[in-house]
């Protein structure tokens, strides 16, 4: 950095280059550039940020600004700093900053975001209501278990009174009771099905997990589907509940194969198992040597936006006559192998990402 202030053309046309977003603040505390980055992370441009204020720009500078005069006075080399900077009306940073004095009169903020902290945020809330919504499931599908028993065996008792008394004209009713009565007891079996089963646990190659799974769905959809294979030969085996993994797996590319509906009558649809080693991971906040990072990729419409972020919730379906529940499982699933599931989805593109700690 120059030890003029505000530095030469030159040196700022070098911080653009830089993937951190950097602040040149001077001696009065207002800003006097911001680089490319600075303005995506901030979501500002450069020309309605300079000569502001840090706190025009977050509810909450004041530590920010603390460590600028701190830096102005020389006090330090540099000052590092995890920040939560609050904005109106957005979600708030998450940022490593390192504030330094730029030569004369003013400092540099460089900001990083904190992605592992993001993501450590979003896993926890994923975790609490994924734990919300089991609890609420379990308890509503027994309440609705027994009176559900009453119904049907009500039914059955009214048809044979109707055949007793020769109204058998009447039996088509009682037929749609017991029907209906089935049909919510299927709900309610596939509701409680994860909590009821035992966890069989043995030794599992993912790869035979995705191969599975791949000739399910190929029997199923025969034309105008291609199942692309991206394998880490190199992956372990680990300890796990193969036909847990399997519904997983199956769940997740049987709704992608439904949502390329549009693509497979084209013949150009195509879903991606991709496998890969994920190396010091963190999952539900417990840092893990190696991780299993499966890939479920489709070229399909993607989520629709109004549901992306409750497709994990039970009875959330983005498709007419859809459970809602095969996400829900899957979810339970992984996590009951103390890994992760997550989604990133657009046009073109939806790719389910699964982490699982390996050994």
Do not use: D
């Given at each position: 950095m120059s030890t003029s202030f505000p530095p030469s053309e030159t040196a700022l046309a070098g911080l653009d280059m830089l993937a951190s977003a950097v602040l040149l603040v001077d001696a009065d505390g207002l800003i006097a550039y911001a680089n490319a980055a600075a303005e995506n992370l901030l979501e500002n441009s450069l020309k309605s940020m300079s000569g502001q204020r840090l706190d025009a720009l977050f509810a909450n500078a004041d530590e920010l600004i603390n460590l600028c005069e701190q830096a102005l006075a020389h006090k330090y080399a540099d000052l590092r700093q995890e920040l939560m900077l609050e904005r109106s009306g957005r979600e708030p940073l998450h940022v490593h900053s390192i504030v330094s004095a730029a030569g004369e009169g003013g400092v540099v903020v460089e900001l990083r975001e904190n992605v592992q902290q993001l993501k450590l945020d979003r896993e926890e809330r994923i975790l609490d209501q994924s734990q919300v919504n089991k609890e609420l499931v379990r308890n509503l599908a027994h309440e609705i278990k027994n009176p559900l028993?009453?119904?049907?065996?009500?039914?059955?008792?009214?048809?044979?009174?109707?055949?007793?008394?020769?109204?058998?004209?009447?039996?088509?009713?009682?037929?749609?009771?017991?029907?209906?009565a089935d049909r919510l007891q299927t709900l309610v079996d596939r509701l409680l099905a994860p909590h009821r089963r035992p966890h069989i646990v043995g030794d599992v190659n993912i790869h035979e997990v995705c191969e599975r799974v791949r000739s399910l769905m190929l029997a199923e959809f025969p034309s105008g589907l291609t199942i692309k294979r991206d394998y880490d030969a190199s992956i372990p085996e680990f300890r796990g509940d193969k036909e847990q993994l399997i519904q997983t797996v199956l769940n997740i590319a049987h709704n992608a194969a439904q949502a390329l509906a549009e693509r497979i009558?084209?013949?150009d649809a195509m879903i991606v198992f991709k496998t890969r080693v994920g190396r010091q991971v963190t999952l539900a906040k417990i840092r893990y040597g190696l991780a299993l990072d499966l890939h479920i990729i489709d070229n399909g419409p993607g989520i629709p936006p109004q549901i992306r972020d409750r497709i994990f919730y039970p009875l959330v379906s983005g498709r007419e006559g859809g459970s809602g529940l095969g996400l829900t499982l899957a979810q339970t699933f992984v996590q009951q192998h103390l890994g992760v599931i997550e989604c990133e989805s657009r046009p073109g593109l939806t790719d389910f990402r699964i982490l699982l700690p390996l050994p």
């Open positions: 028993g009453g119904i049907r065996g009500a039914a059955q008792l009214l048809e044979l009174e109707l055949h007793a008394h020769k109204l058998s004209q009447l039996r088509e009713y009682t037929q749609v009771i017991i029907k209906e009558a084209a013949g």
